[in-house]
């Protein structure tokens, strides 16, 4: 496996888990989990997020270093914003261990759509991007830890 394209459909099962079956037939279902947790698979953007072999690192590093490039991925206004409350999340992260953005609560303002992540989903996705903070586990596929 080079990537494999991390998409949250889930009808018979999740989509990762249904291209694996469609190249290997039927192979143990929790290897991709477990692939992760063993740290031999890592999570970034190549096209869209995709689960990669922690070899191909060096590969993407230098998205990066320069995460201003990314699109939509990256909001360096964002980041410059919320540099306070950002390293207070870094702190977090090194005193109690892994995160999720479940894990913060932040009252809703109504409905305005999909893409109204609250501020600490901001944070960490532009974390991800800028490689400061990386996935290690995935419980039911879409939630990160």
């Not at 261990?97 to 303002?109: C, I, L, T, Y």
Request: proline share 6%; glycine share 6%; net charge positive.
């Amino acid at each position: 496996m080079s990537l494999l394209q991390i998409d949250t459909i889930n009808i018979v099962a999740r989509s990762p888990y249904l291209v694996l079956f469609s190249r290997l037939g039927n192979y143990p279902a929790q290897w991709l989990d477990e692939s992760l947790a063993r740290g031999e698979l890592m999570e970034y953007w190549a096209h869209e997020a995709c689960f990669m072999p922690r070899s191909d690192f060096r590969l993407i590093r230098h998205r990066m270093l320069a995460p201003e490039k990314m699109g939509w991925k990256y909001k360096d206004a964002w980041m410059q914003e919320h540099a306070a409350e950002i390293a207070l999340l870094i702190q977090h992260i090194h005193d109690r261990g892994p995160v999720r953005s479940a894990d913060f609560e932040h009252p809703r303002k109504g409905a305005s759509g999909w893409w109204e992540w609250k501020p600490h989903k901001r944070h960490l996705e532009g974390l991800f991007t800028a490689g400061k903070v990386m996935v290690i586990e995935r419980r039911n596929l879409p939630a990160r830890l």
